[in-house]
């Protein structure tokens, strides 16, 4: 079946560092990805939908300065926290729509814990 | 954005017993989805019922959808302690290429 890694699954950053974290589709070619963000006990909130080859569609009230997202290639988008502060701790979690029959489904990545201090 | 509410937030029940949450939701829609998530982890896709559709199954799930309602429900029978997990509904909106999260449902099946 479809597969998503999601990559790092935990990282630790200082406040006003910027962190990566990526998402790839391993044997699919996802032209929509999607990141979520997740605080404690908490339903995921989606950020953005990230196209392949174009601009990345943020949801109302996320700062599209501090969440860069990049969708290069057909395999590969990438979150990128800028000048990362502690509210910014959270988990993050991307999913990937397939192609073909299984297109209604997403495929989640396990997750990166962000936690600035 | 979040689609709707779930109910219950939490539900404790024992081992063998049936478990049922209920979603609702907001705007047309495609279909609507049941993930699970264990704890700090990723989610996965449990069962998809589309907004023709009224009731579908899957081994020991059983879902329904009533779109003049906007609402859904997720029975599990016989649970298990390893169904112990979150449990959210999501929303493919019928004018938007996007999943829409409810606000899930903590259950837990004591042994």
């Known amino acids: 079946g479809a597969v998503v890694s999601q990559h790092p699954s935990w990282v630790i950053c200082k406040s006003g560092t910027s962190v990566k974290i990526e998402c790839r589709s391993l044997d699919f070619q996802a032209t929509t990805m999607f990141w979520y963000r997740q605080f404690p006990k908490q339903s995921l909130m989606l950020m953005a939908t990230?196209?392949?080859?174009?601009?990345?569609?943020?949801e109302q009230g996320v700062e599209k300065d501090k969440f860069l997202i990049n969708h290069a290639s057909l395999t590969l988008s990438t979150l990128t926290v800028t000048s990362a502060h502690p509210e910014d701790s959270s988990f993050y979690i991307c999913?990937?729509?397939?192609?073909?029959?299984?297109?209604?489904?997403?495929?989640f990545g396990a997750g990166s814990r962000l936690t600035v201090l | 954005s979040q689609q709707g509410e779930e109910d219950p937030q939490a539900l404790s029940i024992q081992e063998g017993e049936n478990a049922t949450m209920n979603c609702s939701y907001k705007t047309s829609i495609n279909n609507l989805q049941w993930y699970r998530q264990n704890s700090g982890r990723g989610l996965v896709h449990l069962i998809l019922i589309r907004s023709n559709e009224r009731e579908k199954h899957s081994g020991r799930l059983r879902v329904t959808l009533d779109t003049s309602k906007k609402s859904s429900s997720l029975l599990i029978t016989a649970s298990r302690a390893a169904d112990t997990a979150s449990y959210f509904c999501a929303t493919d909106e019928e004018y938007g290429n996007k999943l829409v999260f409810g606000a899930g449902t903590i259950l837990r099946v004591k042994s």
């Open positions: 999913s990937a729509r397939s192609t073909g029959a299984g297109a209604n489904v997403l495929t």
């Open positions: 990230s196209n392949e080859g174009s601009k990345a569609t943020y």
